[in-house]
């Protein structure tokens, strides 16, 4: 397919207060204060490590934003106009043949701020959410914060490297009389596995029989390889009352800093939790985020289909490289997501911080191990691949290289 959208293009995201670029200290290396020194600039780094891309966002979205800004007030604001519920609904039924009641609506500034507040309404002081892992540290962050437990169910990997729920685990963790919630990720991050239609069954199963909360955080769906599939847990579970969904144009479109996720709610009485703590506050949403949103639902669907491939492309240049030059990593092209959750271990056991060796050894800003990630994460990185493949070529380089240098 000729590409319409310029996905080689290098954008220069420096003086724009952004975090990829100004708060990997902080994030990375809890260096709050820039003392840290490097043998790199910070502009020689190649970045590797925050979920946002490094490509421009699909035209269709800013033009909505400019449309938006000529109207000439941004005040308080909320969903109240039918043409997004619309919107959002055409989006879900063109992609996964599903469709959602506006009842069921209510809206964040993120999954994650959704994430502390609803593990702090669900959760006593000594129930516990079931978390797969490895996981992303924010679905342990909130938990801690917020003084709750979390019980940890280790995804296993088959003979092909492919990574694969244990059941058994799972259903004795859920067994548990203090177990409440399972804190639910699909696509998987950091691995990127799409869950089959058989595996979100069984996960189902074990919820309805032991009567648990699931927040389903679906934030990735349609982040897939070409040809993948998305299934919402809302379709698995079409009757299920303790079910809550998270969802986001903001990861597939490239628009994290605009604050704005779908929480989609059942439980009645919830929701009149959940809409009253954010009424006090947080229930304003920014204008801009819901135009962009809307625009992306209506308009974004040949910028994504486009994005998609050229992410594939760059999965099959990462593979080969690897392969290749450091036949040891353990690497599978994951059905979704940008990042690339590689295995490591076999060269870098010794090795008690990752990102501080490849940020000083490489040049190379990128997250991995425990330390960033949830149980089960020894040894590997994460890569965003969400960039011009000439920055993930010089990457891989100095990845390769710092490697065998030391090996």
Not at 117 to 140: M, R
Not at 180 to 185: N, S
Not at 330 to 343: E, K, R, S
Not at 364 to 393: H, K
Request: glycine share 4%; proline share 4%; with cysteine.
């Amino acid at each position: 397919i000729k590409m319409k959208y310029n996905f080689d293009e290098i954008v220069d995201r420096r003086h724009t207060n952004a975090m990829n670029t100004d708060g990997f200290r902080g994030y990375i290396f809890h260096d709050f204060e820039g003392k840290k020194k490097f043998p790199f600039k910070d502009e020689e780094f190649i970045r590797m490590w925050v979920a946002d891309m490094e490509f421009a966002m699909c035209p269709h979205i800013i033009d909505a934003i400019k449309e938006r800004l000529d109207k000439r007030i941004l005040g308080y604001s909320q969903v109240f106009e039918q043409e997004f519920y619309d919107a959002y609904n055409k989006w879900s039924k063109k992609m996964y043949d599903w469709t959602y009641e506006r009842k069921d609506f209510c809206f964040s500034l993120g999954i994650i701020p959704a994430l502390y507040k609803l593990t702090e309404f669900i959760l006593t002081d000594h129930e516990y959410a079931i978390v797969n892992t490895p996981a992303y540290g924010y679905f342990k962050h909130p938990l801690t914060y917020n003084g709750k437990q979390a019980v940890f169910n280790r995804l296993v990997k088959d003979e092909k490297g492919v990574w694969q729920i244990d059941f058994e685990a799972l259903e004795k963790a859920a067994a548990h009389p203090m177990a409440k919630l399972l804190i639910w990720c699909n696509p998987h991050n950091p691995t990127g596995r799409v869950w089959t239609e058989e595996e979100l069954k069984k996960v189902a199963a074990i919820v309805e029989k032991h009567n648990l909360w699931i927040i389903s955080d679906e934030i990735h769906c349609d982040l897939l390889r070409q040809g993948k599939r998305h299934i919402p847990m809302a379709k698995i579970m079409p009757d299920y009352d303790k079910l809550i969904v998270c969802t986001s144009a903001s990861k597939c479109f490239n628009m994290a800093g605009l604050m704005f996720a779908e929480i989609l709610i059942r439980d009645e009485t919830l929701k009149e939790w959940y809409i009253a703590y954010t009424n006090s506050y947080a229930m304003n949403v920014n204008p801009l985020a819901i135009a962009a949103h809307q625009a992306a639902y209506e308009k974004g669907g040949e910028w994504l289909d486009q994005m998609k491939t050229y992410l594939d492309g760059n999965f099959a240049f990462v593979k080969e490289t690897l392969d290749r030059e450091l036949p040891e990593t353990h690497f599978v092209i994951p059905d979704a997501t940008y990042l690339a959750w590689v295995d490591l271990s076999a060269y870098l056991a010794d090795v008690e911080d990752i990102p501080d060796f490849f940020a000083n050894k490489a040049g190379v800003l990128l997250e991995g191990g425990d330390a960033l990630f949830v149980d089960n994460a020894q040894g590997y990185i994460r890569l965003n691949l969400a960039m011009p493949r000439t920055l993930i070529a010089e990457g891989l380089k100095r990845i390769v290289k710092a490697i065998k240098e030391r090996t």
